[in-house]
């Protein structure tokens, strides 16, 4: 059964203090991983698409990275408007369903 | 402006009373899919749709209709609505159905009392 797991569930940073959440995933073949920032009471907003183990992409203080079983975004010297919760998803091969990990709420402290 | 509209944000009803939530996006998207989010269940998918006049279940299709007679549009039908459908609903579309990502709408509150 495809699974996706985000940790930590919830991540306290300083402002500039660096860190990473962990999105570990199971799939039969996978189409597409997929990251996304969600704002209180807004839909989600994509960041992020990686196909293949070993690609990485970037967005201002945002990297997103892949291997065969996780992913990684890494955010670097955060900032206060950072705070949001960060869902990861997957599409696997097997089928069309798109499947979301619960998130991680992020909050950057001035 | 590309964007997927749903309508109405918020929505109060009684048990059993019949409701519609539309959903349309101008992108021209194949794919149309809803979604409930649930505190400590995140994102779950309900129905999808591949293009027109095709639909098929997500994970938690149970009490919920839809249809897809134009490509713009994929309304979520609640026949009966019941308090367990009490949840924040999404309605999301992709270019195709193979590895593109999801654009969201900005959500509908609905309340079953």
């Known amino acids: 059964e495809d699974q996706v797991t985000q940790s930590p569930e919830a991540l306290r940073l300083q402002e500039g203090e660096s860190s990473s959440l962990n999105c570990s995933y199971t799939v039969s073949g996978l189409r597409g991983l997929f990251w996304y920032r969600q704002d209180p009471g807004k839909g989600p907003e994509f960041l992020f698409t990686l196909y293949s183990a070993g690609e990485e992409k970037e967005k201002e203080r945002l990297k997103a990275t892949l291997t065969k079983k996780e992913s990684f975004l890494h955010i670097t010297a955060p900032k206060p408007e950072d705070s949001a919760t960060y869902l990861c998803a997957v599409q696997s091969t097997g089928t069309y369903k798109y499947i979301f990990g619960t998130g991680t709420r992020l909050k950057v402290l001035a | 402006e590309a964007q997927v509209t749903q309508n109405p944000r918020y929505l109060i009803t009684v048990t059993g009373k019949k409701l519609t939530v539309t959903c349309s996006q101008n992108?021209?998207?194949?794919?149309m899919s809803w979604y409930r989010q649930d505190p400590g269940l995140g994102l779950r998918q309900i129905y999808y749709s591949m293009n027109v006049e095709v639909t098929d279940k997500g994970d938690v299709p149970e009490g919920y209709k839809v249809s897809r007679k134009e490509k713009r549009n994929f309304p979520l039908i609640l026949e009966s609505p019941s308090p367990n459908q009490t949840s924040l609903y999404f309605c999301a579309s992709s270019m195709g159905p193979g590895g593109s990502p999801l654009h969201f709408g900005n959500g509908t509150r609905l309340t079953v009392t």
């Open positions: 992108m021209n998207h194949e794919y």
